[in-house]
């Protein structure tokens, strides 16, 4: 039981790492995914006792299985879950600006756009605030237009 | 006095996390939600500072959720060490809030955004249950997440995926290790813990404290593990580098102190000399990598990484001395870091000047808090046992204050003391540069008069090599 539950939780581990090292973001998303629930494996196999389920009045004298491991690897799991959505959510907003979830165009594609910057020779608008009060809106629909052009 | 002292333990990261709910519904824009998240904040922090009071005076405050029997429920736990990391950090968020208040907050979600942090980091340093730790943490680190991400800028939010990855690994390699020792222990009570990992044979535990350990180092940004941190504070907002730095890399600090320090110190004794090796190595390889660059906010990502190579070298030496050192020198550090970063975001008068103060306390010059902290590592580094390691590391200390000294020059020298060509640009508000100067005054006034901080930092380290080790 040990060992298949060690074996489970080192293959998941495994391909997560794989999937993290790669150039595709969506992937390193999954990957990460994999990791977070290859803990989630580890907290239950952690907890894996044999006893009597863990409900209040409860039945027969025996041991009890331990409740605490459940509740954190529940815990754990919504955490996991948030944070993908939030992982995805920013590859999505990489992808509506540059079209691609490769890492290495995407560092190009910047690269290509910090050039650009430097011809128009406008590096210092970064730090006067005071000209862009209100640009926060209009930053983002700029962006969500670049594809297009 | 008790039930005060309990409803007062609840307040510092009560008040935020409530308040973040309601403001998440409001227009974050507009500057009177700045200004109820700050005067929230500020209520934390006042809330924090009586609990210190209360804390240094009459001992450690701890309550348990839910009316459960102690080592049953959830406890929060307030000490020394969890109040002064609580305090330092807390102060950094708030000023670092003010500040983008004072420049126009330009993302909705930012103000309730900064009170999670602030209510993430305020429940994991006053929690007394490592689970719960883990649960604080990931607040504060998933809300951080979202800040790196501040502007929407490509490059910003790129920095921020990046942070983002390479963080949840080391959360999920924490994860892992407190399940282990759950495992082991069969509590996450850390009181419990300490008690039994105690009569454990150390070998078995060893692997256990490595996983935390490198969990903590992966959060400091020490030198092996440190690739993701000059992207993320170079991509990020002058106010949220701030945060980053002098608030949140405090989490790595105070967990290596209260897990290495408390809960397994002797698998810290055994790994001290890894320890003390992984902090030389941070402290040259920031200091180079920094003499190396030319952009204000690089030069201080990589100073940042040699700065916690100081923090770990106190914490390698252990006791209570090196303990001692490793509080203070975090708290000296985070005001450090919050200083230089917001400072480097403005112009005008008064600015150069606040840079210089935080940047010649990064270098450990008089009268600056600075020169307090690398004081206190000397004192630890003399405390060694033999007299050639002390000898390495009084040599060492020298060296990292004579680099940053280096660096921080050229960086002041690069940056406020060029002529500028053309268009100076406008000057930044008159309140944020005063702010900026106020924090930088906060440096000097601890240098000149550090009793009080170093009385804290000495409670502090008292509960690691007292109460629980």
């Given at each position: 039981m040990i060992l298949s539950a060690a074996l489970a939780v080192s293959?998941?581990?495994?391909?997560?790492?794989?999937?993290?090292?790669?150039?595709?973001?969506?992937?390193?998303?999954?990957?990460?995914?994999?990791?977070?629930?290859?803990?989630?494996?580890?907290?239950?196999?952690?907890?894996?006792?044999?006893?009597?389920?863990?409900?209040?009045?409860?039945?027969?004298?025996?041991?009890?299985?331990?409740?605490?491991?459940?509740?954190?690897?529940?815990?754990?799991?919504?955490?996991?879950?948030?944070?993908?959505?939030?992982?995805?959510?920013?590859?999505?907003?990489?992808?509506?600006?540059?079209?691609?979830?490769?890492?290495?165009?995407?560092?190009?594609?910047?690269?290509?756009?910090?050039?650009?910057?430097?011809?128009?020779?406008?590096?210092?608008?970064?730090?006067?605030?005071?000209?862009?009060?209100?640009?926060?809106?209009?930053?983002?629909?700029?962006?969500?237009?670049?594809?297009?052009? | 006095?008790?039930?005060?002292?309990?409803?007062?333990?609840?307040?510092?990261?009560?008040?935020?996390?409530?308040?973040?709910?309601?403001?998440?519904?409001?227009?974050?824009?507009?500057?009177?939600?700045?200004?109820?998240?700050?005067?929230?904040?500020?209520?934390?922090?006042?809330?924090?500072?009586?609990?210190?009071?209360?804390?240094?005076?009459?001992?450690?405050?701890?309550?348990?959720?839910?009316?459960?029997?102690?080592?049953?429920?959830?406890?929060?736990?307030?000490?020394?060490?969890?109040?002064?990391?609580?305090?330092?950090?807390?102060?950094?968020?708030?000023?670092?809030?003010?500040?983008?208040?004072?420049?126009?907050?330009?993302?909705?979600?930012?103000p309730p955004l900064v009170l999670l942090v602030a209510a993430g980091l305020n429940g994991l340093f006053l929690t007394g249950d490592a689970f719960n730790f883990y649960v604080f943490f990931e607040i504060s680190m998933t809300a951080s997440f979202i800040l790196t991400s501040y502007r929407e800028k490509d490059y910003q939010v790129r920095a921020a995926f990046i942070f983002a990855v390479v963080n949840l690994l080391g959360s999920v390699i924490f994860l892992i290790g407190i399940a282990s020792l759950y495992s082991v222990t069969g509590s996450l009570d850390m009181q419990t813990i300490a008690e039994r990992t105690d009569v454990l044979e150390p070998r078995s535990v060893i692997v256990i404290g490595a996983t935390i350990f490198a969990a903590f180092f992966l959060k400091l940004g020490l030198f092996p593990f440190h690739f993701w941190l000059p992207e993320v504070y170079v991509g990020a907002h002058a106010p949220?580098?701030?945060?980053?730095?002098?608030?949140?890399?405090?989490?790595?600090?105070?967990?290596?102190?209260?897990?290495?320090?408390?809960?397994?110190?002797?698998?810290?004794?055994?790994?001290?000399?890894?320890?003390?090796v992984l902090g030389t190595a941070s402290i040259i390889y920031g200091a180079l990598q920094a003499i190396s660059r030319h952009d204000t906010s690089e030069v201080m990502a990589y100073s940042s990484i040699g700065q916690v190579g100081y923090i770990l070298l106190a914490v390698g030496l252990g006791g209570p001395v090196?303990?001692?050192?490793?509080?203070?020198?975090?708290?000296?550090?985070?005001?450090?870091?919050?200083?230089?970063?917001?400072?480097?975001?403005?112009?005008?008068?008064?600015?150069?000047?606040?840079?210089?103060?935080?940047?010649?306390?990064?270098?450990?010059?008089?009268?600056?808090?600075?020169?307090?902290?690398?004081i206190a590592i000397f004192k630890a580094a003399i405390a060694s046992n033999s007299l050639p390691a002390s000898l390495a590391l009084l040599a060492l200390v020298f060296l990292g204050g004579a680099l940053s000294f280096l660096y921080s020059f050229q960086v002041y020298q690069r940056r406020f003391m060029k002529p500028t060509q053309g268009d100076p640009g406008k000057a930044s508000p008159l309140a944020a540069r005063v702010l900026v100067v106020a924090l930088a005054a906060l440096v000097v006034l601890l240098g000149l008069w550090p009793e009080p901080l170093v009385y804290l930092s000495e409670e502090a380290a008292a509960v690691l090599s007292g109460g629980s080790g």
């Open positions: 293959v998941v581990f495994a391909s997560g790492t794989f999937l993290l090292l790669q150039r595709d973001l969506v992937r390193v998303v999954v990957g990460i995914v994999l990791i977070s629930n290859s803990a989630v494996l580890f907290i239950i196999s952690a907890g894996l006792t044999r006893g009597a389920v863990p409900i209040y009045p409860l039945k027969g004298a025996g041991s009890v299985s331990d409740p605490l491991v459940q509740a954190m690897a529940l815990t754990a799991l919504v955490i996991g879950f948030g944070v993908a959505a939030l992982l995805l959510a920013m590859v999505y907003r990489l992808y509506t600006a540059h079209r691609t979830v490769d890492t290495e165009e995407i560092a190009d594609a910047e690269i290509r756009e910090a050039e650009t910057l430097e011809r128009v020779g406008d590096p210092e608008r970064e730090e006067v605030p005071e000209d862009e009060q209100d640009a926060g809106w209009q930053d983002r629909t700029q962006a969500s237009e670049r594809p297009a052009r | 006095m008790i039930a005060a002292g309990q409803t007062l333990l609840v307040l510092p990261a009560g008040i935020p996390w409530v308040l973040a709910a309601v403001l998440a519904l409001l227009d974050g824009r507009r500057r009177w939600v700045g200004l109820l998240a700050a005067a929230g904040l500020g209520a934390s922090f006042a809330s924090l500072v009586w609990l210190a009071f209360v804390v240094v005076r009459e001992g450690p405050v701890e309550v348990v959720a839910g009316g459960w029997p102690e080592g049953v429920g959830i406890s929060l736990r307030a000490d020394p060490l969890g109040v002064t990391f609580a305090l330092v950090s807390v102060g950094v968020v708030l000023v670092s809030l003010l500040y983008e208040i004072i420049l126009g907050t330009r993302w909705r979600a930012f949220v580098a701030a945060i980053l730095s002098g608030a949140l890399a405090n989490i790595g600090s105070y967990g290596l102190l209260r897990f290495g320090g408390g809960l397994l110190p002797r698998e810290l004794e055994i790994g001290s000399v890894a320890v003390l090196g303990y001692t050192a490793a509080v203070l020198y975090s708290v000296v550090n985070s005001l450090n870091k919050g200083v230089v970063f917001l400072a480097a975001g403005l112009r005008g008068q008064l600015v150069g000047g606040a840079f210089a103060v935080g940047a010649f306390s990064i270098a450990g010059v008089p009268p600056t808090a600075g020169f307090v902290g690398k």
